[in-house]
C-alpha cells in the first residue's frame, strides 16, 4: 500500500514554461514534505521542503504547495530549463509521530525539459 | 568532497556470497539512513543510526542484513547470502537533523 503516490511516470515541458509535479499521501501522520531531485548514476539531491504547519514554500524557481485537506502537495518550477531533465521525487515524514524522520517516498516523475 | 560517499559503486556477486557496502557521511552529520532503490520505485527505508545506535529498523531489513555504525562515523551494510531479490541500489544519507537528508551516490549491487 504506498503511502506517497506520484500519479504521473512522466512530464514533458518546454523550456521556459512552468513544470507542475504532483504528488499525493494517504498517511493523516505525515507532517513534513520533501522534494529530491535524481540525475542517472548519482544519489538523491534536496531540492526544497515543506512542513505542514505551512501551504507554500519558495526557492528561488521552485516552490512547493500543500493542501492537507487534499492530502495533496506540488512542485512548480518556473521557468523549466534543459538542466531540470531528472527524476523528481516525492517523500514524506511523521516526525510528530515519533519518525526518526526516516523517509517514505513516491515512485517518481521523470521531467524532459525541451529546449 | 565534502558530502556522503559510498563504496564500493559497484559490486557484483554470486548467489549466496556475503557483501559488504561502507558509507562515509558528512563530517558532522549525527543521524545516518539506509535506503535500497529498485528499478522504478523509490528509495525504501532500511535502518537509521544515531551517532553509533541504531534506533530504528524496516521489516525490509532481513536477519541477512545487519547494519554497524561502530564509532559514530562510518557505517557499513553487510547482507549474508545474497539473493537476486537483493539486486538495487543501496544508498545512504545522513543529516544533522531529522528534515533534510543528503545522500550519497549510492552502491549497485547486481547479484548473478
Same mark, same amino acid.
Given at each position: 500500500?504506498?503511502?506517497v503516490k506520484q500519479n504521473s511516470p512522466s512530464l514533458s515541458v518546454q523550456e521556459g514554461r512552468?513544470?507542475?509535479?504532483?504528488?499525493d499521501y494517504t498517511n493523516s501522520m505525515f507532517d513534513y514534505f520533501l522534494w529530491y531531485k535524481k540525475y542517472p548514476?548519482?544519489?538523491?539531491?534536496?531540492? *526544497?521542503?515543506?512542513?505542514?504547519?505551512?501551504d507554500k514554500n519558495e526557492d528561488g524557481r521552485f516552490t512547493v504547495f500543500l493542501n492537507k485537506s487534499?492530502?495533496?502537495?506540488?512542485?512548480? *518550477?518556473?521557468?523549466?530549463?534543459?538542466?531540470?531533465?531528472a527524476v523528481y521525487f516525492c517523500a514524506a515524514s511523521a516526525l510528530g509521530g515519533?519518525?526518526?524522520?526516516?523517509?517514505?517516498?513516491?515512485?517518481?516523475?521523470k521531467l524532459s525539459v525541451k529546449p | 568532497d565534502t558530502g556522503v560517499s559510498q563504496n564500493p559503486r559497484h559490486k557484483i556477486t554470486k548467489r549466496g556470497q556475503n557483501v559488504t557496502f561502507r558509507c562515509d557521511p558528512i563530517s558532522e552529520h549525527n543521524r545516518l539512513y539506509w535506503y535500497r532503490q529498485t528499478l522504478g520505485q523509490g528509495p525504501e527505508f532500511l535502518?537509521?543510526?544515531?551517532?553509533? +545506535?541504531?534506533?530504528?529498523?524496516?521489516?525490509?531489513?532481513?536477519?541477512?542484513?545487519? +547494519?554497524?555504525?561502530?564509532?559514530?562515523?562510518?557505517? @557499513?551494510?553487510?547482507?549474508?547470502?545474497?539473493?537476486? !531479490?537483493?539486486? +538495487?541500489?543501496?544508498?545512504? +544519507?545522513?543529516?544533522?537533523?531529522?528534515?533534510?537528508?543528503?545522500? !550519497?551516490? !549510492?552502491?549497485?549491487? @547486481?547479484? @548473478?
Open positions: 500500500d504506498q503511502q512552468i513544470s507542475i509535479l504532483n504528488c548514476a548519482e544519489g538523491p539531491t534536496f531540492l *526544497i521542503s515543506i512542513s505542514s504547519i505551512k487534499a492530502k495533496h502537495l506540488s512542485l512548480h *518550477i518556473v521557468p523549466s530549463q534543459p538542466g531540470d531533465s515519533g519518525s526518526q524522520g526516516n523517509l517514505i517516498f513516491g515512485k517518481g516523475t | 535502518t537509521y543510526f544515531q551517532n553509533e +545506535a541504531q534506533l530504528e529498523k524496516s521489516r525490509l531489513l532481513s536477519d541477512r542484513f545487519s +547494519a554497524e555504525r561502530p564509532k559514530g562515523s562510518f557505517s @557499513t551494510l553487510e547482507i549474508q547470502r545474497t539473493e537476486q !531479490g537483493d539486486s +538495487a541500489m543501496y544508498l545512504c +544519507a545522513s543529516s544533522l537533523n531529522p528534515y533534510e537528508q543528503y545522500f !550519497g551516490p !549510492g552502491t549497485r549491487l @547486481t547479484v @548473478t
